[in-house]
């Protein structure tokens, strides 16, 4: 129950693309959803985050979606850039942020 | 303002051998965790502080591992006997909670070889 699921494993997209990438959970006491990125020999790093209370979070070119009855959330980058090939984590954490569960990540690859 | 500081950035080391790995929170944050990373695994929770307390072991392979947090500013995650299957790059991170789902801030991380 404390898992979360993440798919594509890995994804390939053209520039200028959209990438999409999902997540799923079974825990109804998670309430904080951050998506976390990650460069070759570095640690992740916040990309954005969603509240249960909102469908939809949007910062520049990263989107979240958030579908709260069927427990599943999603990022979507548009007009997808080489600079954006990393791999990407999705999470979840219960009401007081620190029982954090990853996602087992995607490696994505936007082609030039 | 300065990030976690994690080290050394990287540790090759002989089975049997100690390992101690070293990280410096962001001034001011309360909580710190540690993680493994590896390719089979994805990202593990090792083990979590608040106020230099552990709060939740579990996450803890073996009684090998062991972490500390003697002040605010600086923790441990040692390994005692070192084994190959300990290999993976082991992240430090720290937050402030304020009770509105602060974000967790990583390190860059230790890559452990353990031959």
């Known amino acids: 129950q404390q898992q979360v699921k993440q798919s594509p494993q890995s994804l390939i997209v053209q520039k200028g693309g959209i990438s999409i990438i999902n997540c799923a959970y079974e825990?109804?006491?998670?309430?904080?959803f951050p998506w976390y990125q990650q460069f070759p020999g570095k640690g992740p790093a916040l990309l954005i985050a969603i509240r249960p209370d909102v469908s939809e979070k949007k910062e520049g070119r990263f989107t979240i979606s958030f579908n709260k009855s069927a427990k599943q959330f999603s990022l979507h980058i548009m007009d997808s850039q080489p600079g954006d090939s990393a791999t990407y984590f999705c999470?979840?954490?219960?009401?007081?942020?620190?029982?954090?569960?990853f996602g087992p990540g995607t490696r994505l690859s936007v082609l030039p | 303002d300065a990030g976690v500081i994690q080290s050394p950035r990287h540790e090759v080391t002989e089975m049997g051998q100690e390992v101690t790995l070293r990280c410096k929170p962001i001034s001011g944050h309360d909580y710190l965790f540690w993680y493994r990373q590896t390719m089979m695994r994805g990202l593990e929770l090792l083990i979590y502080f608040n106020n230099n307390v552990p709060i939740d072991d579990s996450g803890m392979p073996e009684d090998r591992f062991s972490a500390k947090m003697p002040n605010a500013s600086f923790s441990t995650l040692k390994i005692q006997p070192s084994e190959p299957r300990d290999s993976a790059v082991y992240f430090c991170?720290?937050?402030?909670?304020?009770?509105?789902?602060?974000?967790?801030?990583f390190g860059d991380g230790t890559r452990l070889s353990i031959l």
């Open positions: 999470a979840a954490a219960d009401n007081y942020g620190q029982n954090f569960v």
């Open positions: 991170a720290s937050s402030l909670r304020d009770g509105r789902n602060q974000p967790q801030h």
């Open positions: 825990n109804t006491a998670f309430d904080y």
